[in-house]
């Protein structure tokens, strides 16, 4: 029977010297330790409390650390970015577990496991032991490179992890492996792009905090809120698409990138559409569709793009999930991140060289992105919201 996402038993996780003994032994020791793993009681809150929460510290820490010896002046000055950045940091590495385990168990019908979220989250939890401890080394910066090793090694952990843990035949194991790895590296990247966003802020009021609503929330003053029942239901559809494509197949269909080029209009401020451009296909179980074209105004071009994330339109929706809402403005220009009823809408604009982009993804499906040099951001904008909005949202929910 499959458990819940939320286990309410309590069970007391190592903590103090006990902490130290299953790191220990997980690393020096991993195939016997996940073993014992496999069977010992546990919830997702002990599992948080006593084992993540000090481990997933340990890198943002270190970092800050680093920067602020080794930089003298300049990170002083820098001072309340670095402090956002690493609360940040440490605020998604709990996010990611969470969202890794829904996957991992999602995908263990695929191959030949058993769906089990504490399980699933025992083998996030313990994999991710290596990666966090080695993020130590980023007390010197010009060593970081070194916490690869790390990530490596939890590669290894969850290889031999997944079988012990969620049943899944051995011969399997790698297939498994490598697509929960595909998965993760997407989701760093997409964890990546939010966490430059808040890094944009100057200033974070609190701690990340935790709201026990009906729809729970872990929300980050001055940047927006995290939907866990949404997280939970992009990290699903991300593991549904990996398993059809496990089985041979898909679970999206992608629009005809000729369709995505109709969409765009035939002249703009009395420029003619030009340099057409369309993709469709994929690699490596990513698959997306795109077209783009070009307008010239006032002798610059501006580049048009409409793409169907399609295969991994999952990773679009987890984007919406976080709620960004973040926005930074200097003499210069500003840059700004907003997100409302599945909307997300992201703008830059430099003031000084003229440059700027408007992005729209409707639904985590549908990106509309226009950039280039012109007079005024509101150039983009209209080029952007005059695509007709009916046919767009129609294509994301497809």
Do not use: C, H
């Amino acid at each position: 029977m499959n458990d819940s996402p939320i286990n309410p038993t309590p069970t007391i996780q190592p903590r103090g010297s006990g902490l130290v003994e299953r790191v220990k032994a997980i690393l020096l020791k991993p195939s016997p330790t996940w073993d014992v793993i496999a069977t010992e009681p546990a919830s997702v809150k002990s599992l948080y409390m006593g084992y993540i929460l000090p481990l997933a510290a340990i890198g943002p820490i270190a970092g800050l650390l680093g920067i602020l010896i080794f930089t003298g002046l300049l990170a002083i000055l820098a001072g309340p970015f670095l402090v956002i950045g690493a609360i940040f940091g440490f605020v998604m590495n709990l996010v990611v577990v969470y969202v890794m385990a829904l996957i991992v168990d999602g995908l263990a019908p695929s191959f030949g496991g058993q769906r089990n979220f504490l399980q699933a989250f025992k083998v996030m939890a313990y994999s991710m032991t290596a990666a966090w401890v080695a993020a130590v080394i980023g007390l010197i910066p010009f060593l970081g490179w070194l916490s690869i090793l790390g990530g490596l090694y939890s590669l290894y952990l969850l290889y031999l992890g997944l079988p012990k843990l969620m049943g899944a035949p051995a011969e399997k194991s790698l297939g498994y492996t490598a697509v929960v790895v595909v998965i993760a590296i997407a989701l760093s990247l997409v964890v990546s792009a939010i966490t430059r966003s808040v890094m944009a802020l100057g200033t974070l009021g609190a701690v990340a905090t935790y709201s026990a609503a009906a729809n729970k929330t872990v929300t980050v003053p001055g940047m927006g809120s995290v939907d866990l029942a949404k997280v939970e239901q992009a990290a699903n559809q991300m593991a549904a698409e990996a398993s059809a494509q496990a089985a041979g197949g898909t679970t999206v269909t992608l629009a005809d990138p000729q369709g995505l080029l109709a969409l765009m209009p035939a002249n703009y401020l009395g420029a003619a559409r030009a340099d057409d451009s369309t993709q469709s296909g994929g690699a490596a179980g990513v698959s997306v569709a795109t077209a783009s074209a070009n307008y010239v105004i006032n002798g610059n071009a501006v580049e048009l793009e409409v793409t169907d994330l399609g295969s991994v339109s999952g990773l679009g929706a987890l984007a919406t999930a976080v709620n960004v809402n973040t926005s930074s403005s200097s003499a210069g220009g500003y840059e700004k991140v907003t997100t409302s009823n599945g909307q997300m809408v992201a703008e830059s604009w430099n003031s000084e060289t003229k440059q700027g982009s408007y992005t729209i993804v409707r639904n985590g499906r549908i990106s509309v992105e226009a950039s280039g040099t012109v007079d005024s951001i509101e150039v983009l904008k209209n080029l952007v919201n005059g695509l007709d909005a009916g046919r767009l949202e129609a294509l994301s929910k497809t």
